[in-house]
């Protein structure tokens, strides 16, 4: 026993190893090359990051569309999760496959689909306009199409998360609800909703930073606008040659995201209290 | 772990495993930091049996790479293997990517800005028997006026449109015309679309404020600004664009394809797109790298890259078919009818332009 506790605190320390070498290090070097300036320290980048009227709408764009983003996604998550509970537990399986099953396929050939959906031609297009008229409305290359990839993205991962808190619920305390009273709704809004909080908190934690880091969906969906703090990053290093700038652009996005994260996390806690 | 080790060993068996897994890690991270020392097959290099690394720019480009160069070249050179390699652009290279690799294709500014930062190998007359049959054009030469790179391909850069929605357009303003409203590609952050732009609307490289106020005034009607040249085909294909700033040998490439979709020069001119090959200095094979471009240069080849993918051949010896000679850059008239960029002079630029052009379509 005791000599497997030592093996798995060697597992640990090897798992830190590969961390401190495969992931600190190169934030380091990001941060690094984000603060010295041709040769010297300079916080000029982080500066002009700040100011320039550019980055800071960049900066609040993305936050705006990783927000709705989530909560869109929560809110279908969360029915999604809650149908798959009320299932026989044999058919529960069932339902999981096909919510995962997208993920086995490469994100670009998902949003290649929903750019089919939603172009000119699509059936989405074709079924507004025969409701509404010849207007010819397309919702490819705007900002709702991005919100639309993103939600499709982060979906899985929220129903997971939210699934497996609703499946620990004991179902005594809804019984015992119901018994003492109390209706559907409230048994919902007082018992299942606030136990199932961790999943809602770990879910759109996991949503956000997917949301706020995302590079391809804004390339793919995005309008001549549309572009979110990871393009830019990638456009200063790749198109401009702006190493610089592009590091502060992604350490900043990583500072906000764990800033984020953490909070989430605290509120987290608290809903264990709570439990 | 089964067998029962007394506490003493197991704890110096850990400590050792970690410090054995540290210092494995750290010989890692010297590699990575370090990489491109290491020479390859033991040193002694023969050109008899050897590899030769291109990067190339995928899809079509590949097949027709391998058919018309990789495959004879090799027949003509027992003993060599020529491998494509994905393509790399000048922040890997700069990064260290290249230390495999001895040729690159690249666009003539990234080559020619890739030669001004110290990577690639100068290029000499005598080491070529295609360079007399050269256009000036095929020539990327550095600020010091060295030739660093040749030009393989030639390419028109101006609009493509879909003909069943739009008129023809005549000049570069029609992108900006209220019936193409929504309907308009252009590329991201592309100098030849910045340049065009700039001589429509009348500016010059010192007041090139005209640019911007354009394109702040036409990206809220523009639909996509497009990040990879195969982009349009699919907005064309489903109707989403019916306007976009392209260049002919994926325009035609697409009308073969029995869309409808057409290429035009507008008055103000075309661009001339290049893309062009360079040794790199960390090569060690660069007698075979420049024997592979010249190979590159020959009518043959460049004549195989017309026909399946209308590009203009950069070779003034090469012979076309009547049809293909009306539609690719072909022939001294229709070479010096388009801008030439001078990259040199836009290079120093280019951040600042890029910048602005940025700030100008984020709204």
């Known amino acids: 026993m005791r000599n497997m506790m030592r093996f798995y605190t060697v597992l640990g320390w090897i798992a830190v190893a590969y961390m401190t070498a495969l992931f600190l290090y190169p934030v380091c070097k990001v941060v690094y090359t984000s603060v010295w300036v041709n040769g010297s320290f300079s916080l000029a980048n982080y500066v002009n990051l700040f100011s320039a009227d550019l980055y800071s709408k960049v900066l609040l764009k993305t936050l705006w569309v990783s927000v709705i983003s989530t909560l869109i996604a929560l809110f279908i998550g969360y029915t999604l999760a809650y149908f798959i509970t009320t299932r026989p537990a044999s058919k529960q399986g069932f339902w999981l496959m096909l919510i995962i099953s997208p993920m086995f396929m490469s994100l670009t050939i998902r949003l290649f689909g929903w750019m089919i959906l939603l172009s000119k031609e699509g059936p989405i297009a074709k079924g507004l306009s025969g409701l509404f008229g010849g207007s010819e409305t397309s919702l490819l290359f705007s900002q709702t199409a991005v919100v639309i990839g993103i939600v499709h993205f982060v979906l899985p991962f929220i129903v997971l998360n939210i699934y497996t808190s609703l499946n620990r619920l004991e179902s005594s305390l809804i019984e015992a609800s119901t018994m003492l009273g109390a209706s559907r709704l409230r048994t919902f809004w007082k018992v299942t909703f606030p136990l199932s909080l961790p999943g809602v908190f770990a879910g759109s934690s996991i949503a956000f930073a997917l949301a706020a880091s995302t590079f391809l969906v804004p390339i793919m969906m995005g309008g001549p606008s549309d572009n979110l703090l990871a393009n830019m990053a990638y456009n200063s290093i790749v198109t401009i040659g702006n190493m610089g700038m592009g590091a502060a652009l992604s350490f900043v996005l990583l500072v906000i995201i764990v800033a984020v994260l953490l909070v989430m996390g605290r509120l987290e806690r608290r809903g264990h209290i709570a439990s | 772990m089964k067998k029962s080790n007394s506490n003493y060993s197991f704890k110096k068996k850990g400590v050792s495993l970690l410090s054995l897994l540290l210092a494995s890690v750290l010989t890692v991270l010297a590699g990575c930091s370090s990489s491109g020392e290491q020479t390859q097959g033991g040193g002694d290099n023969q050109t008899e049996s050897s590899e030769i690394v291109v990067t190339s720019f995928g899809g079509k480009y590949d097949e027709v790479f ?8 090799e027949k003509a050179n027992p003993g060599v293997t020529v491998k494509l390699a994905p393509y790399t652009g000048i922040a890997k290279l700069a990064q260290g990517g290249g230390s495999s690799i001895d040729v690159v294709s690249l666009d003539d500014f990234d080559l020619i800005d890739a030669a001004n930062k110290g990577m690639l190998e100068p290029l000499k007359k005598e080491e070529f028997s295609t360079w007399d049959n050269l256009y000036p054009q095929a020539f990327l030469n550095s600020q010091d006026g060295e030739t660093y790179g040749l030009v393989n391909v030639f390419g028109a850069w101006g609009i493509a449109y879909n003909p069943e929605v739009v008129d023809k357009p005549e000049s570069w303003n029609d992108l900006w015309s209220p019936e193409a409203k929504g309907k308009v590609a ?22 090139m404020e005209p640019v911007w106020e354009a394109f702040k005034e036409v990206t809220p009607s523009v639909a996509q600004y497009y990040s990879s040249f195969s982009a349009p085909e699919s907005l064309f294909g489903t109707g989403e664009v019916a306007m976009a700033a392209w260049f002919d040998g994926r325009a035609y490439a697409l009308k073969n394809a029995a869309k409808p979709v057409d290429f035009t020069i507008p008055k103000e001119g075309g661009v001339l797109i290049r893309s062009g090959m360079g040794v790199l200095k960390d090569s060690e094979n660069k007698e075979l790298a420049k024997k592979l471009i010249d190979f590159c240069m020959t009518p043959e080849v460049q004549a195989g890259f017309a026909k399946e993918l209308y590009y203009g051949p950069t070779n003034t010896t090469v012979e076309l078919d009547q049809s293909l000679q009306e539609i690719v850059v072909y022939g001294k008239e ?27 379509t984020t709204q």
Not at chain 2, 66 to 73: A, G
Not at chain 2, 337 to 350: M, Q, S, V
């Open chain 2, 186 to 207: 252009l590329m991201s952050q592309w100098i030849p679309d910045i340049l065009l732009t700039a001589k429509a609307t009348g500016a010059s490289y010192e007041n």
């Open chain 2, 66 to 73: 391998t058919l018309y160069v990789k495959e004879p070249f």
């Open chain 2, 334 to 360: 229709k070479v010096e009818a388009l801008i030439t960029p001078d990259w040199n002079e836009i290079l120093p630029k280019r951040e600042e332009w890029l910048t602005k052009w940025t700030e100008a």
